[in-house]
């Protein structure tokens, strides 16, 4: 799927102000977080039932496209030092191409095999046992790597996630 | 500007990756079919009937609490393997910075 966060110190300019890295900073997490729910929710279909599961999904891809652009950044730095990199670092790498791939086939196949979405908006598909056991696999695989892929950043997540806590607004008197 | 760039590289990427896929499904025989392929019968008979109204298309409310098990069970899967990589990745870290004393320790 993605990237790490693209905020952490040591890859971020140091001109970019700071209010513009808390502004960041937040929009990375709630996304991050919203991902992680919106994907919860959608693996467990007998909870969503069909129609909330198949609209999910096709919501979950554009948030996937956004996700993936804002760190599109890291995606190409880790890329062109990959040989460089420590082997934490390449484990991620690899951990998110996997994501990438995992994922990007299980919306596909969904949709491919859409029983209420796509017949809802005119659109008849054959059905297609092929998509239907790659939906199952990828959701599954996907179902691994995405805590995998949010563990690996927890440091992140907890530092973040301390200073909303810690952060009062200011009240004027 | 930017972020327009590295939408359409993304955007990019991802129809590879689709594309992979439908070359797979082609060359393994499962693929959806195309202009050469018409719909199976039964498909082309239950989209028919969704539009008719015969077959009720679930609604956005489907939201079923009786079967918040299901839930449940993705959220104790998730939360199992988050405490499993943050205790590896801890023990790791551990690990290395004992190292990194011991080294500086006897240098």
């Known amino acids: 799927m993605d990237a790490g966060p693209s905020t952490s110190l040591a890859d971020r300019p140091v001109a970019v102000s700071r209010r513009r890295i808390l502004a960041r900073t937040r929009l990375d997490f709630w996304l991050d977080g919203l991902l992680l729910v919106a994907y919860t929710l959608a693996y467990s ?29 890291w995606v190409i730095r880790t890329t062109q030092k ?37 017949p809802a908006l005119g659109i008849a598909l054959p059905a297609s046992s092929f998509w239907r056991q790659v939906h199952g696999t990828t959701a ?34 | 500007m930017k972020f327009l760039r590295h939408f359409t590289a993304v955007v990019l990427v991802v129809a590879v990756i689709v594309g992979l896929g439908m070359l797979w499904a ?25 539009k008719a109204g015969v077959i009720r298309v679930q609604s956005g ?7 918040t098990s299901d839930l449940i069970r993705t959220c104790l899967i998730e939360a199992v393997l988050v405490a499993l990589v943050i205790t590896v990745s801890a023990a790791w870290r551990r690990r290395r910075r004992i190292r990194r004393t011991a080294v500086r320790g006897s240098g």
């Not at chain 2, 409310?61 to 079967?67: C, E, P, V």
Request: proline share 3%; aromatic share 8%; glycine share 10%.
């Open chain 2, 26 to 50: 082609h060359t393994s025989g499962g693929g959806t079919g195309h202009a050469e392929h018409a719909p199976p019968r039964e498909v082309i008979l239950r989209v028919q009937q969704i």
């Open chain 1, 82 to 118: 990959l040989l460089r990199r420590n082997g934490r670092e390449r484990f991620i790498w690899l951990v998110n191409l996997l994501l990438l791939v995992s994922m990007t086939l299980c919306i596909a196949s969904g949709i491919l095999i859409s029983e209420v979405a796509l």
């Open chain 1, 45 to 73: 279909l007998g909870f969503t039932g069909i129609a909330v599961h198949e609209w999910l999904g096709i919501g979950l891809g554009v948030v996937l496209l956004v996700h993936l652009t804002l760190h599109w950044d």
């Open chain 2, 61 to 67: 409310d489907g939201f079923s609490l009786a079967n």
């Open chain 1, 140 to 173: 599954t695989l996907t179902l691994i790597l995405v805590p995998i892929h949010a563990a690996l950043r927890w440091r992140w997540i907890a530092g973040v996630a301390r200073r909303f806590v810690a952060w009062r607004p200011k009240r004027s008197r």
